[in-house]
């Protein structure tokens, strides 16, 4: 009665969770995530080689370079025309996934999001460069564009199953297959994945982009080196790609 008498005293109800350990939280956006993923970082992709070939199947380098056009400077404004591109659609992806509030993004570093999608992003677009000096028809570059997103698919899955970074495999077979870009998207959205496996975790901090993620004792790869073989295979398709142009 007092309690009640007392036109002093406050009132205050709220709603609060019950007191509990952590538990794992299923990693959504990590487990089944880099599937989306992967078909929206390579969105451009299919648009990029087609492009390339109906410029080459239209004589276009051909009569540009009797123009007086060169070589490099056609080559070069291909190249920053896609990087643009890249950089707008890594931005996109990484800030709707922020907006939406996926732990994600939230929890991992915003820098090292964005480096994995526009690092991956930035190797196809120098693998489709490759792939188009190998095909005549705009038609055929759309239906490897295709094949590649269906072979990128089932390598990803075989990748979430632990092959061929975990412990039990020899280490020629994981450089063999950090050469397809999609096997390390895989990898470097499976270790973010499971960092940020509970509301809790803190996720990979630029600092730690060195180390092993998470709580994993071994890794095959950090996410530095991820950075690296993109960055190296990158550089590589495209003078494959000249080369064979």
Request: with cysteine; net charge neutral.
């Amino acid at each position: 009665w007092i309690l009640f008498a007392d036109a002093s005293l406050e009132w205050s109800v709220a709603f609060k969770e019950f007191s509990h350990p952590s538990c794992k939280d299923f990693p959504t956006v990590g487990t089944i995530g880099p599937i989306f993923l992967f078909a929206a970082a390579k969105f451009g992709y299919v648009i990029q080689m087609s492009g390339t070939v109906v410029e080459r199947d239209l004589k276009l380098h051909e009569a540009m370079s009797i123009m007086g056009l060169r070589e490099s400077a056609l080559w070069l404004s291909w190249f920053l025309w896609e990087v643009f591109i890249v950089l707008i659609s890594s931005l996109l992806i990484v800030l709707f996934g922020m907006m939406f509030q996926f732990y994600f993004f939230l929890n991992n570093s915003f820098g090292i999001l964005f480096l994995m999608f526009f690092l991956f992003q930035l190797n196809m677009t120098g693998f489709s460069f490759l792939l188009s000096t190998f095909i005549s028809k705009s038609s055929s570059a759309r239906t490897v564009g295709f094949s590649v997103f269906i072979i990128g698919f089932l390598t990803q899955v075989i990748t979430e199953f632990g092959f061929p970074y975990g412990n039990l495999f020899a280490k020629y077979l994981q450089v063999i297959w950090s050469f397809f870009p999609p096997n390390l998207l895989a990898i470097g959205l499976q270790y973010l994945g499971d960092a940020t496996a509970t509301r809790q975790s803190s996720g990979i901090s630029w600092v730690g982009r060195k180390r092993c993620s998470f709580e994993d004792t071994y890794c095959a790869l950090t996410m530095d080196q991820i950075y690296k073989w993109l960055t190296a295979t990158f550089f590589l398709w495209l003078v494959l790609a000249i080369y064979f142009d």
